[in-house]
């Protein structure tokens, strides 16, 4: 397996997730340790921990990504509702956002990314 090196590594494309857990993900033949984001154009390292604020600044890549309908937020092993201001801020880029536990959110992104849809995700490791 190769890691996804540095905060600001990235795998260009899409990958559905292969596997979660101690702390990081598998995807494309890769592993990660540590948060992702997952974009149309790429899977980034994303440094969010679990329990840590879910804020407009931490999700900015996310709102500056073109292609992004849709997204789901896996907040770690429990759930953790998406604070009003930060769900404005999607609804102004025109992105719908759920929020779940992060292995709902991996099985959810993988179906959507298999039917071609223009998701998104932001997934806290566990």
Do not use: Q
Request: charged share 20%.
């Amino acid at each position: 397996m190769v890691e996804l090196p540095g905060p600001d590594a990235h795998f260009p494309g899409r990958a559905p997730i292969d596997a979660y857990g101690n702390g990081g993900f598998r995807f494309a033949d890769m592993s990660h340790r540590g948060s992702l984001i997952c974009l149309p154009v790429g899977i980034y390292a994303w440094e969010m921990a679990e329990g840590d604020p879910l804020t407009v600044d931490a999700f900015s890549r996310v709102l500056h990504a073109e292609g992004v309908e849709f997204l789901l937020v896996g907040t770690g092993r429990d759930l953790r509702p998406l604070p009003a201001p930060l769900k404005a801020a999607f609804r102004a880029r025109g992105i719908s956002s759920d929020s779940m536990g992060t292995g709902a959110a991996i099985r959810t992104y993988n179906i959507m990314l298999g039917e071609s849809r223009p998701v998104a995700a932001a997934l806290i490791a566990v």
